[in-house]
């Protein structure tokens, strides 16, 4: 399993791949990784040649009152078991690196009619975050396909997963990036959402 931290690493990865042909299923995650996320790794190795997992606790789907701060960092432990599915690749770059004038100096994507409903309503700035970070992973990455949970903890069916599902297939659909010496595409052609036994805790 290749480790890469930096942009240029990752994609240097990816961009081989694809000129061999193969095709890449990205799995985005926050870390502190556990059975319902190797779930998601082992699902998306069915459905490409090459699976990318990315790890980043991003700042900007925290709210002020929240865990940023408390939420486990378990990058050995992510590690070793990522190593024991099947994980070609492990994107986990540094705040930064995604956030290099800060997160104050950002430029948020937003998607209008879905950030304030659902889980979105009592989360203010939620799911800004969470575009914002899946937007610039899908472009940093360039991956084929993406793998999501549905996180059923909640007793509301429109749970905090199935919530960003939307949110990401909406802004999917809507923008559209420059991939690095290709035509303009959309990034990525395909989201795939499923249900794991194991509660997604983010």
């Not at 700042?59 to 990522?82: C, H, I, M, W």
């Not at 991939?179 to 805790?201: D, E, G, M, N």
């Amino acid at each position: 399993m290749k480790i890469c931290r930096s942009f240029a690493d990752i994609r240097a990865a990816v961009s081989d791949w694809h000129r061999a042909g193969e095709s890449v299923v990205f799995v985005p995650t926050l870390g502190n990784l556990h059975e319902g996320h190797l779930q998601l790794v082992r699902l998306a190795a069915t459905r490409g040649d090459r699976v990318v997992v990315s790890i980043f606790v991003n700042p900007l789907q925290f709210g002020k009152n929240e865990d940023y701060a408390l939420y486990p960092r378990t990058l050995d432990s992510d590690v070793r078991k990522l190593e024991d599915v099947t994980t070609d690749a492990l994107f986990c770059p540094s705040d930064l690196e995604i956030y290099p004038n800060g997160v104050e100096q950002q430029t948020s994507v937003a998607v209008p009619t879905m950030t304030d409903i659902l889980c979105g309503a009592t989360r203010p700035g939620h799911f800004t975050g969470v575009t914002t970070i899946v937007s610039k992973l899908f472009n940093i990455v360039q991956p084929d396909k993406a793998v999501f949970g549905i996180r059923t903890s909640s007793s509301s069916p429109w749970s905090s997963g199935w919530s960003r599902i939307c949110v990401s297939r909406s802004r999917s659909s809507r923008l559209r990036w420059r991939a690095p010496k290709t035509a303009w595409r959309s990034v990525p052609a395909t989201v795939i959402s499923t249900r794991t036994s194991a509660h997604l805790r983010r």
